[in-house]
């Protein structure tokens, strides 16, 4: 369910078979997208609700976390399957029309908890549930950073500041 964030009045209901995992909402509040791990991911269209496409994810893997590029040009969806990660980036203007093969698939041998873009688009930030960091290059997948942030524990999310100075996890 969604609200109007300053008077509160309810936008739109979103509904799907299974429970949510992560939302993305698009610059423009035109899409609401949703993960769900016995679903799929839901691309909705905001005001209204309607389901503008429904995306199977395949191969065992459950999706954990969808999130907009800056800009919208580009959608994230972090799929897991048991200890196994893959990152799918799909032009989202293509993608709502239909066309769901991903731009770039970024895969890995480990549980990625969070994958978010950083100021840009220019990289990816990565957590786990072994406690490390990664930073990424979006088009190449090549990680550029790794570090044991908080070893033996699983990062359950991180976030950053609003102008991309700082990371907390």
């Known amino acids: 369910m969604a609200w109007d964030n300053e008077t509160a009045e309810k936008v739109g209901t979103y509904e799907a078979q299974g429970a949510c995992r992560s939302l993305a909402v698009s610059k423009n509040t035109e899409y ?16 209204t609700g309607e389901i503008v496409l429904h995306l199977d994810i395949t191969d065992s893997y459950k999706a954990e976390y969808v999130e907009f590029s800056y800009g919208d040009q580009e959608l994230l969806i972090l ?46 930030y990565l957590s786990t549930a072994g406690g490390k960091m990664y930073i990424v290059d979006p088009e190449s997948g090549e990680i550029q950073v790794e570090a044991k942030v908080h070893p033996g524990y699983t990062i359950f999310s991180f976030s950053f500041s609003k102008d991309f100075s700082m990371l907390a996890s």
């Open 32 to 47: 609401i997208v949703g993960s769900y791990r016995l679903e799929g991911v839901n691309i909705f269209e905001a005001m």
């Open 79 to 124: 799929n897991a399957k048991g200890d196994k990660s893959r990152i799918d980036i799909y032009d989202f203007s293509k993608l709502i029309t239909g066309e769901t093969k991903p731009l770039r698939t970024i895969s890995f041998d480990e549980e990625i908890t969070q994958a978010s873009y950083g100021y840009l688009n220019e990289k990816l």
